[in-house]
């Protein structure tokens, strides 16, 4: 049984920077597409679904959902505010008239539309939480998502270059709405500290971090039907490696706890750190949890440890919500061992 999953930091390579958006008002372009919302797993609640070689059959037909894509740049393709799709497998899709086809999983194009309309939904999320305009702006930067064209069953965020490529092995990365917000989890905290991560214990966090804003995400936008547990992350993904019965990548709400069970891997220290912020997220709800949370990330240095991460984040909620608040964080945190 695979356990974990590398969804990291990599090296950075020599591709363009698409530089910094200014926060303004949107565009007024949109187009309708087809996606998973967020998953075939969470929406059906179903835990036979298989990748099937890429196939779009039958059981998967309730799963496609039209939305509404925002923040588009006009061009047609699908290029906007927040984030340009590259893909080097398949034609790229088209905005003909406000719409693109209603690709399905079997299409090219359908892992395209996915990772546009998540990473700006996971966008939209920070601003909703007041990033951008009651609080500073958090990667209101346009990032370049490159769909398909890394083969293995990884995906990863190059540091510095503002740029998400998502893998094809297995169950299609770019299919699962969390898989792709996780990796926008490291962009955004490499938005708020260049070069966060650099050894062991902030590696760790921002894994757990990358996990956390997925399933924020994704229940904010979905409402999240009870069918699968909340604390799961990419249900979907996860069937390629997992044998179930309950498929995830990882969980929010594992017993881990420092210092015993960290085994110095970055993924599996992470779940000591997630739940932390599960636990925060249960007392103070997802809108004040989320925020001191990623607010508290500004004052990270890039080798941060758990113990002045978490004081960051306990001060954080301090000072935006007050002593209740501060006294949830503190808790989290010592349960865990961490402070």
């Known amino acids: 049984m695979r356990t974990t999953r590398r969804l990291a930091l990599a090296t950075a390579i020599a591709l363009p920077f698409i530089g910094a958006v200014p926060a303004a008002a949107d565009s007024g372009v949109t187009a309708t597409g087809t996606v998973f919302y967020p998953s075939p ?15 779009d059959y039958a059981a998967l037909a309730p799963a496609y959902r039209e939305v509404t894509l925002t923040d588009l740049d006009g061009s047609g393709s699908l290029s906007g505010r927040y984030v340009t799709v590259k893909s080097q497998t398949g034609a790229p899709a088209q905005v003909v008239n406000g719409a693109l086809p209603a690709f399905h999983r ?3 194009q359908f892992e395209q539309v ?3 309309y998540w990473v700006t939904t996971a966008q939209r999320y920070l601003q909703h939480l007041g990033f ?3 609080l500073r702006p958090v990667n209101q930067r346009r990032i370049e998502l490159r769909i398909n064209q890394y083969g293995g069953d990884n995906s990863f965020f190059r540091e510095n270059k503002a740029n998400i490529t998502l893998g094809k092995g297995g169950v299609d990365d770019a299919e699962d709405a969390e898989v792709i917000i996780h990796e926008y989890g490291h962009s ?6 260049a070069g966060f991560g650099t050894n062991l214990e902030s590696g760790a966090i921002g894994e757990a971090f990358s996990d956390y804003l997925a399933v924020a995400v994704t229940s904010w936008k979905t409402g999240r039907p009870a069918k699968t547990p909340e604390a799961c992350v990419a249900d ?5 490696y997992t044998s179930g019965p309950i498929h995830c990548l990882r969980r929010l709400d594992g017993s881990k706890h420092y210092p015993e069970d960290v085994v110095g891997e970055v993924h599996r220290d992470g779940e000591i750190w997630s739940r932390a912020l599960w636990d925060i997220r249960q007392a103070l709800g997802d809108t004040k949890a989320s925020t001191l949370i990623i607010e508290a990330q500004f004052a990270f240095a890039p080798d941060t440890s758990f113990r002045a991460a978490a004081q960051a984040t306990v001060a954080a909620a301090q000072r935006l919500y007050g002593a ?6 503190q808790a989290a945190f010592a349960a865990r061992g961490i402070l």
């Open 41 to 55: 797993v969470q929406q059906l609640g179903d835990q036979t679904l298989t990748d099937a070689k890429d196939a």
């Open 324 to 329: 209740q608040a501060a006294q949830a964080a």
């Open 188 to 193: 955004v905290q490499d938005g708020q500290v």
């Open 132 to 134: 951008g305009s009651a």
């Open 114 to 116: 996915m990772g546009y």
């Open 236 to 240: 979907w993904d996860s069937v390629s």
């Open 106 to 108: 079997d299409s090219d």
